[in-house]
């Protein structure tokens, strides 16, 4: 069955330093991943896919990730925290030959201080 | 795009009491989710249509859950009679085209209480 894991609760940042949040899926075939961020009372926003091509995806508000197929990740990062970065992120993945449903992690708070 | 509009935004009922979210998706989207949030289970698919059609409702936890999407422009999750772990946040979501290929764009959620 597929699976996303995100191995940490929460994160913390200094802000100006390099973030990372890491996430690991299994599934059967080629994965499209996905990453959300959900500021407080807000629902899910979407940050960047990565469906083929270029394993270095780029989004919105300077977040990028990586897709590294032989490690089975898709950490999220940014070259340079903000506090304003301080949100829930989830990972997602689809299974291309399964259903239409997304498959979310349990997320990881983000913190980021000044 | 006014973006995806849920209503209401705040609900609190007592046990037993039956409770209807709605929800209006993005013009021209046809994909619609339903999904659930605790600090207990995270994120959970409850349900979701294409084209007004239900096609996966697995993740409806219970009988007393029921979704309708009459129309490409309102949806409705319906609990009956509402418990007190029915209690959370319940996001509705809307899409175009290929899911897991085109992004999910998710309403601001509303937030249920049941006492």
């Known amino acids: 069955a597929q699976s996303v894991a995100q191995p940490e609760d929460q994160v913390n940042v200094a802000e100006g330093n390099p973030l990372t949040v890491k996430c690991t899926y299994s599934?059967?075939?080629?994965?499209?991943l996905f990453w959300y961020v959900q500021y407080p009372n807000r629902g899910l926003q979407f940050l960047l896919k990565?469906?083929?091509?270029?394993?270095l995806v780029k989004g919105s508000y300077g977040f990028e990730a990586e897709f590294n197929k032989s490690q089975t990740s898709f950490h999220l990062k940014k070259p340079s925290a903000l506090v304003s970065d301080s949100a829930l992120y989830f990972c997602?993945?689809?299974?291309?030959?399964?259903?239409?449903?997304?498959?979310f992690g349990t997320g990881t708070r983000l913190q980021v201080f000044p | 795009d006014a973006g995806v509009i849920q209503s209401p935004r705040h609900e609190v009922t007592e046990m037993g009491q039956e409770v209807t979210l709605r929800c209006k998706p993005i013009?021209?989207?046809?994909?619609l989710f339903w999904y659930r949030q605790t600090m207990m289970r995270g994120l959970e698919l409850l349900i979701y249509?294409?084209?007004?059609?239900?096609?996966?409702d697995s993740g409806m936890p219970e009988d007393r859950f029921s979704a309708k999407m009459p129309n490409a422009s309102f949806s409705t999750l319906k609990i009956q009679p509402s418990e007190p772990r029915d209690s959370a946040v319940y996001f509705c979501?809307?899409?175009?085209?290929?899911?897991?290929?085109?992004?999910?764009?998710f309403g601001p959620g509303t937030r249920l209480t049941v006492l």
């Open positions: 979501a809307s899409s175009f085209g290929v899911v897991g290929y085109n992004e999910q764009f």
């Open positions: 990565y469906i083929t091509g270029d394993n």
């Open positions: 013009s021209g989207h046809d994909y």
């Open positions: 249509f294409n084209n007004n059609v239900p096609i996966d």
């Open positions: 599934v059967s075939g080629n994965p499209y």
């Open positions: 997602a993945v689809r299974d291309r030959w399964d259903t239409d449903k997304l498959i």
